[in-house]
Nanobody, 116 residues
Framework: QVQLVESGGGLVQAGGSLTLSCAAS????????MGWYRQAPEKQRELVAR???????FYTDSVKGRFTISRDNAKNTVYLQMNSLKPEDTAVYYC??????????WGQGTQVTVSS
């Protein structure tokens, strides 16, 4: 299993930027795809971005051109650089492997709040 701790969230004005970090434990980190997910109030959790072990990336349409996912395997860390933030980006952000397993336990996440 991989244990994950998200950090870097906060309150930011629309148009601002934040960088989220996900610190992972486990020797398999470097060979698995990782994703950032978010869940807004009264909405389902959704995949925001993912990055493969070979560093191929995917972004959901709503964040393309604004968010960048990256990973540092030496540090067992995945990042999400978020620019040009919008109020609709407000959510709790989580990291996990991609695809997540049905029995995965999700961490606390990190809250991102974007004011208008």
């Amino acid at each position: 299993q991989v244990q994950l701790v998200e950090s870097g969230g906060g309150l930011v004005q629309a148009g601002g930027s934040l960088t989220l970090s996900c610190a992972a434990s486990g020797s398999i980190f470097s060979i698995i795809a990782m994703g950032w997910y978010r869940q807004a109030p009264e909405k389902q959790r959704e995949l925001v971005a993912r990055i493969s072990s070979g560093r191929s990336t995917f972004y959901t349409d709503s964040v393309k051109g604004r968010f960048t996912i990256s990973r540092d395997n030496a540090k067992n860390t995945v990042y999400l650089q978020m620019n040009s933030l919008k109020p609709e980006d407000t959510a709790v952000y989580y990291c996990n492997r991609w695809p997540p397993w049905g029995n995965d336990n999700w961490g606390q996440g990190t809250q991102v709040t974007v004011s208008s």
